[in-house]
């Protein structure tokens, strides 16, 4: 009998030895690094996968070594609750990373910053470079469907102004229906923190006359400390029921945003035509941002109701209350452009 106890003593010992060192060698590989500059793959959980099924994925993946490895993990580890969603790992990192990040959602992001005043079709653009696989025909559908506007809380024919400048941390794969979805979420929280309740503006015009009124804005104001005077100029102007005479609103008819104005496009019939009718266009000509909706809703108090260019490397612009006093400054302007060689 004792010699069978140390036979089996010794097999039990020999076993023991051998899950220590698997495990110990195992749990070295489970926790290690990818190394600096790995390959990195995409990892796309869906919803209501079983344990097994992930298991399988990280098996594919190379970030488990085998079945085995993965049942042994789990033994061990905590395995539950892994969230659905596109993740991104590097080759040959460590099991222990890669479930952590599954249990707490780390899902994939693409860092995009979209600039203030950029039209929908421009931020399209951005966005494609991140998102190859996006279609320029669905995009501009789905901002022009006033269905698909309403899935989102917005009451009107188009997206455009709802879709908010920022940097994002962006999900690392999403169509044009989610993209569109997150920046006018991401709109409507920023609207939420605004003194909306004692603007003006938002008296008369509501929210689409704000957000059309900062979309304009926002295109004229070269440097960030002219946006309040530009909005209480458009507001005199209003009041008073002058044209705004907005180029932009003419560009944004032909999505023509740099060189000549040509007369005939200052002579379209577009209701966005700001140079020949008068009041607000029918809707914003771009995505304005924070500041300029805070212009919009509280614009400066000034009697200005004229602004021109300097021309003179500034970028800022001469405010005048009277035309006659308007026109002497275009005089400077053009004194200014002929200055730097320019006739436009």
């Known amino acids: 009998m004792k010699v069978k106890n140390r036979h089996l003593f010794f097999t039990l010992a020999v076993v023991a030895g051998v899950f220590l060192a698997v495990f110990d060698h195992g749990r070295t590989r489970w926790e290690r690094h990818a190394p600096e500059g790995a390959f990195v793959r995409p990892l796309k959980i869906e919803s209501g996968s079983t344990v097994k099924r992930v298991g399988r994925q990280l098996v594919e993946?190379?970030?488990?070594?085998?079945?085995l490895d993965w049942r042994l993990y789990c033994a061990l580890n905590p395995c539950d609750g892994i969230k659905a969603g596109s993740y991104e790992f590097a080759d040959r990192e460590g099991l222990k990373t890669v479930v952590e990040s599954?249990?707490?959602?780390?899902?994939?992001?693409?860092?995009v910053?979209?600039?203030?005043?950029?039209?929908?079709?421009?931020?399209?653009?951005?966005?494609?470079?991140?998102?190859?696989?996006?279609?320029?025909?669905?995009?501009?559908?789905?901002?022009?469907?006033?269905?698909?506007a309403a899935t989102l809380g917005v009451q009107a024919?188009?997206?455009?102004?709802?879709?908010?400048p920022d940097t994002y941390p962006l999900p690392a794969v999403a169509d044009?229906?989610?993209?569109?979805?997150?920046?006018?979420?991401?709109?409507?929280?920023?609207?939420?923190?605004?003194?909306?309740?004692?603007?003006?503006?938002?008296?008369?015009?509501?929210?689409?006359?704000?957000?059309?009124?900062?979309?304009?804005?926002?295109?004229?104001?070269?440097?960030?400390?002219?946006?309040?005077?530009?909005?209480?100029?458009?507001?005199?102007?209003?009041?008073?029921?002058?044209?705004?005479?907005?180029?932009?609103?003419?560009?944004?008819?032909?999505?023509?945003?740099?060189?000549?104005?040509?007369?005939?496009?200052l002579d379209s019939d577009s209701p966005y035509n700001t140079r020949k009718f008068r009041g607000l266009p029918p809707g914003p000509i771009s995505n304005p941002g924070r500041d300029a909706l805070l212009a919009a809703l509280h614009p400066d108090r000034t009697d200005d109701i004229f602004f021109v260019a300097k021309d003179d490397g500034s970028r800022e612009h001469f405010f005048a209350p009277t035309l006659a006093k308007h026109n002497e400054y275009r005089q400077v302007a053009a004194r200014n452009r002929a200055k730097a060689g320019r006739t436009d």
């Open 61 to 67: 993946g190379g970030w488990a070594k085998g079945e």
């Open 176 to 265: 044009e229906a989610q993209l569109l979805k997150y920046l006018v979420q991401s709109f409507e929280n920023v609207w939420k923190s605004l003194p909306v309740e004692d603007s003006p503006v938002h008296r008369r015009y509501g929210k689409l006359g704000v957000l059309t009124l900062a979309s304009i804005v926002e295109e004229e104001a070269a440097t960030p400390g002219e946006r309040g005077h530009i909005a209480g100029v458009f507001w005199n102007r209003l009041q008073r029921n002058i044209s705004l005479g907005a180029d932009p609103t003419v560009r944004f008819i032909f999505r023509s945003l740099s060189g000549p104005i040509y007369q005939s496009q």
């Open 102 to 111: 599954l249990r707490k959602g780390k899902v994939a992001t693409r860092k």
């Open 113 to 148: 910053t979209i600039p203030e005043g950029r039209a929908s079709w421009e931020i399209f653009s951005i966005l494609k470079r991140h998102y190859p696989e996006l279609d320029s025909l669905r995009w501009e559908k789905l901002v022009h469907d006033p269905a698909f």
């Open 157 to 164: 024919n188009s997206l455009e102004g709802w879709l908010l």
